[in-house]
């Protein structure tokens, strides 16, 4: 009797002892939810109290971050039923979209196209660009992208409709609502708003040495639904190395750690001259509207970089979706003194040119005479070539000489440029040279 008596106490003695803990954790889970929301909290409690209020726009990407996260995984868990949680994350995060289902913008069904963004200060450059495109035998459809009446004249729009391929202009403003899209911030929309599934997204200073198309049958694209190209590892800069070391919460990517711009290397990654996007994966499509996030306010992230171009990398981590970088570049141009000089390229998994950026003159900003292009060379691969100017200084023995379609090719380039400036002109339109 005494014994079971002793035993009684010591189970009463722990019962209790559990009861006060879990009041303890419990008490304890309800006060981390801010920081530290999870999703068994969210579903069991069904009302979303706490996102209520938590005060909006959020006031930290960290923050951003951690709900888009959340929002990412109850979305794989309720396909059907749109809860409470999403319907109001979706609202207030992408306010531009209006309601809109995010499916609407998947585009056809396994279409593949170029998108373009274009605005009349850009014709002179632009439209050489895309005329040029039937010569490296591009069988893409493309689309024109721009933003209101006053982005666009109607003339310039009835030449672009001219071009071949390119099968419609779209007024962004008439698909995204209260939001201005100026400048490089136009362009992860215009990926979003495009109507095909797979998108090439190219400036309008972007010349192909190669068929485009090539990209999208590129294993590496199809395995991660993303193609991203370097930029140049050039300037540092402490500022941008402390804050983007701090705008996001743990883990990290393999990617994100070793980014030249997170190590303090460079302050440029990425450069968005091209950008390969499959809309018909969730995660990317997801991934897109982080990037657009990134392009405007609230939460546009200008101030601390270039436009548009790092927004695509950080985006992705944000919501931590891997994607394929093309890491080599190189410079196209001509020889001055034992350098080559002239612009950034990019190259095939053959190290054979495919793309570069900057059209056909020296320099866009100063220098308006028209760029001798006689060789290319790529930075060496077993270190990280630090850049200083248009031109890379290896070894000779790397200089590559232009072969004579690549020299043939450009040589079309210039004279559709002399073209249709010869055509502006005429119109009492200035255009160089
Ligand atoms: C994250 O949000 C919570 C709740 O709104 C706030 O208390 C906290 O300061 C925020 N954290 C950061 C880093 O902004
Ligand atoms: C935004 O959505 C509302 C409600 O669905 C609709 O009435 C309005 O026309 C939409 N505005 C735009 C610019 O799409
Ligand atoms: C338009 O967006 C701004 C913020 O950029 C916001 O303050 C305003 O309330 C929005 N207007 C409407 C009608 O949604
Ligand atoms: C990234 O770096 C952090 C330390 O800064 C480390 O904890 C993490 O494991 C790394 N992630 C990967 C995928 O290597
Ligand atoms: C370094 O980066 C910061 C943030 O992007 C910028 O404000 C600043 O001008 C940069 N400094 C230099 C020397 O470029
Ligand atoms: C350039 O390459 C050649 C052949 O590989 C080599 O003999 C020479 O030493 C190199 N020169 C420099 C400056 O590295």
């Known amino acids: 009797m005494y014994g079971s008596g002793r035993v009684l106490n010591k189970l009463t003695c722990i019962a209790l002892t559990i009861i ?20 068994d909290y969210i579903i069991n409690n069904g009302q979303f109290k706490n996102y209520a209020e938590i005060s909006l726009p959020f006031d930290s990407l960290r923050n ?17 039923d749109k ?36 605005s ?3 014709m002179k450059v632009g439209l050489p660009v895309l005329l040029s ?58 990926i979003l708003a495009s109507t095909f599934q797979h998108v090439l997204l190219m400036d309008s200073d972007v010349y192909f040495l190669q068929s485009p198309a090539k990209l999208f049958v590129d294993d590496d694209y199809i395995q991660e639904n993303v193609m991203l190209f370097s930029d140049r590892t050039m300037g540092k800069n402490k500022t941008r190395t402390t804050w983007v070391n701090s705008i996001l919460p743990p883990p990290f990517s393999k990617t994100f750690n070793e980014s030249r711009m997170v190590r303090g290397l460079s302050e440029h990654e990425i450069e968005s001259g091209v950008v390969l996007i499959n809309k018909g994966n969730d995660d990317v499509l997801l991934g897109l509207l ?17 436009g548009d171009k790092e927004t695509y990398w950080l985006g992705l981590e944000m919501i931590q979706k891997t994607f394929y970088l093309e890491q080599r570049t190189g410079c196209i141009g001509g020889l001055v003194n034992d350098d080559v000089c002239g612009h950034i390229i ?26 001798k292009f006689t060789h290319y060379a790529w930075e060496r691969r077993d270190r990280y070539y ?25 040589h079309m380039y210039k004279e559709t440029l002399k073209n249709v400036c010869r055509e502006m002109a005429a119109e009492g339109e200035s255009c160089l040279p």
């Open 20 to 39: 006060i803990i879990s009041c303890y954790c419990l008490i304890n889970l309800n006060s981390r939810i801010y920081t530290d929301p999870s999703i």
């Open 64 to 80: 951003l971050t951690i709900y888009l996260r959340l929002y990412r995984d109850l979305k794989k868990l309720s396909k059907t």
């Open 83 to 118: 809860n409470e949680f999403i319907t109001k994350f979706e609202r207030d995060t992408f306010p531009w979209l209006n309601g809109t289902s995010m499916s609407n913008f998947r585009g056809e069904k396994m279409s593949k196209g170029i998108v373009v963004c274009m």
């Open 120 to 122: 009349d200060k850009y």
């Open 133 to 190: 495109l039937k010569d490296v035998k591009n069988n893409l459809p493309i689309e024109i992208m721009y933003y209101g009446e006053n982005d666009l004249s109607v003339k310039n729009r009835q030449k672009l409709l001219q071009i071949s391929n390119v099968i419609r202009l779209i007024d962004l403003s008439t698909i995204f609502y209260n939001v201005s899209l100026a400048g490089f911030a136009i362009k992860p929309f215009a």
């Open 290 to 306: 982080v990037i657009c996030i990134l392009n405007v306010p609230p939460y546009s992230i200008y101030n601390y970089v270039h």
């Open 346 to 371: 990019h190259g095939d998994k053959n190290e054979q040119p495919l793309w570069w950026n900057g059209a056909l003159l020296q320099s866009k900003f100063s220098r308006l005479i028209l760029l």
């Open 386 to 410: 630090l850049w200083k100017t248009p031109c890379i200084n290896v070894n000779k023995t790397e200089h590559i000489t232009l072969d004579q379609r690549q020299t043939k090719l450009i």
